[in-house]
């Protein structure tokens, strides 16, 4: 059964893919990929991911170029937006300026996870991105052309069990423009 959990995560992270990548002249724009895994028994075990494309094509608004999150039992991630929880986002340029909440389900206390996060072509934006951990108030800043994992545990405090935990949020570089650049001061 796990085997076949393990290959329909990789058919769906194909499908996603699908577009996403470097060669495909319909896809150049800037996006971000987050993959969810979990440290079990010495592996790494998938269980989710999200992709965050950028384009001035691209509408803010829940469209035909989003998807829906599915319901999972498992651990799952997925992007806030305000009519739905997503697995595939396409918003634009403008909201490279804007916090982008996450939505994290399912995790088991105790349980040692970690993101996978990559992108591609942020930096034709000039703007690099991090991940700010609420329970942790921490920040990891990356840059798109990096790969950059991010461990993380749940444990008895509450906290650390909120499905808001996670954000992602451009880094502040011009602290008077941005107001989520309070997280910081």
Known sequence: MRNKKIILFGLI??????????????????????????FLDGAEKPHDAI???FDDRYSDAFDQEDARQQHKLGPSIGIVHSEATLS?????????????????????????????????????????MMLWDDYLKKSYNFKSAESL???????????????????????????????????FN
């Open 13 to 38: 992270a194909v499908i996603l893919s699908v577009g996403f990548t470097k060669g495909d002249p319909q896809m150049s724009c800037a996006y971000l990929r987050i993959n969810l895994y979990e």
């Open 51 to 53: 992709i965050l494309a």
């Open 88 to 128: 595939v986002e396409k918003r634009s340029v403008s909201t490279l300026r804007a916090d982008i909440p996450l939505k994290i389900l399912n995790l088991e206390q105790g349980t040692r996870y970690y993101f996978r996060i990559s992108g591609n072509n942020l930096e034709e934006f000039e703007q690099d």
């Open 149 to 183: 994992v991010i461990e993380f545990q749940v444990d008895t405090n509450l906290e650390s069990q909120k499905e808001s935990r996670f954000k992602l949020i451009p880094n502040c570089t011009d602290q008077s423009e941005w107001a989520f650049c309070e997280y």
